[in-house]
């Protein structure tokens, strides 16, 4: 149970993962968070909006990307340093996302890698787009 | 039901949300993303982490920043554009968290405001620091 | 699936349904109702209050009572029209409360019953004290 | 984090809380408080009853009611001392629903208010009619 280690990855590198963003995705995570904000829970509400209808938290949807750095690329051990997010178009209740995560830089010095991160529809349309620090894990002890 | 405009908002205005982040929220946000990194859901692991013992998705704790910009600082209406965060220190099962959001600066051609983001443990520690970018919610029409 | 007609019923009749508070209870509720007061999700707060920790939500305590009524008294098919709840005493996350329903009159008039419905803790203390005002399911037709 | 005190309430304050009621809600409700009555839980069920389709549990919407005292009016450290509903319309899933409290009377002797409370859905209807009585949290001290 242990991630890719800095010498086993290579810029190129690319991983993701997928999930339709249900009704109960953004209910709970406002429950969770607290952030009730009626563009997410208030359909009435939301009607009258720019966005015609209910759309999912925007750190919900970028959360998906934690979930392929801490799960795939590089894994468990991974530390998680630093994420920044660009929120380009709004996730509807229903959207299937991906988030596809690349390997862009190796930082030798501190051992650190940097990544893109992007959120996809199933449109192709860029959701969320971003990057990432990460610190990956250790080798095992010889 | 609508938040701050442009021009209600000031430098200096903060705004802040509490929580003691319980095992549910983790597990239950682990589940939506599908983060099922053990070093959020595998006490056995975690035991032998640096961290000892299972530690809070950081984009769950993020997330609370979230939370203040679309409930109360601008609030109801506001388009979040960009969220920078840096995953500062761990946050801990039980830990009681504050997102604090300040008005860093308002930037008049496109009249949108930069944040100050933080996350804040009980002993005054920065868990995440960032800065977001968002446009208010426009004046009602009169 | 059809509970008890009003010529079921009798005076005195009583049925009980007993759970443990979790947790997850609390922080699923709040999420549910919008209702994440500090007092029942932030512990730091709440340990400075005159309960000493974090309590749950009066009104998820008071839903036991619709437990009661909806499923065994009178049961399935009972069109549940008044509750008054008081709120005598605190409820803790962990606490064990049992509600119990009671047949206190029946109204021959509109076919309606009115129960008396209590929570209690493991203690034996009535943490919710109330009335409610139902009508019973109509026999099935012959 | 406090909220109104007895002195900062006027009769006739109003506050108010809306949100989309989802199948989730209702089912996330249900395993809370057990309340698995197939009116709630059982469509092939409740087609057959005179609502032609499941309903949200009254207490779940009444709890709204809670939300809007204990986050906005009085807020935070207010003691909810008494609630009383009549459910007067059911609530089907997907509803938007908006709570509204109002003080209706302030009773120094104890230091208490009596608030009108109702829950309203988008066509207007009254779907739940009732008054609470509150202890709304003290003056910081000097």
Redesign the interface.
């Known amino acids: 149970?242990i991630g890719k280690t800095f010498d086993e990855l290579t810029v190129g590198d690319t991983a993701e993962?997928a999930?339709t963003i249900?009704?109960?995705?953004v209910?709970?995570?406002?429950?969770?968070?607290?952030?009730?904000?009626?563009?997410?829970?208030?359909?009435?509400?939301a009607e009258k909006?720019f966005f015609k209808t209910?759309i999912a938290?925007?750190?919900?949807v970028?959360?998906?990307?934690?979930?392929v750095i801490?799960?795939q690329l590089p894994g468990?051990?991974t530390i998680?340093?630093?994420?920044?997010?660009?929120?380009l178009a709004p996730v509807k209740i229903g959207d299937t996302i991906t988030a596809r995560v690349t390997v862009l830089e190796k930082l030798p010095e501190k051992g650190r890698i940097r990544l893109k991160t992007t959120c996809i529809n199933k449109e192709g349309a860029v959701v969320i787009d971003g990057e990432a620090l990460v610190s990956p894990p250790r080798p095992a002890k010889a």
């Open positions: 149970m993962f999930k249900s009704e109960s995705d209910y709970s995570y406002a429950g969770i968070t607290g952030d009730l904000n009626p563009a997410h829970v208030n359909e009435a509400y909006t209910r938290h925007g750190m919900l970028g959360g998906l990307i934690s979930t801490g799960t468990p051990g998680y340093m630093k994420q920044s997010l660009s929120f």
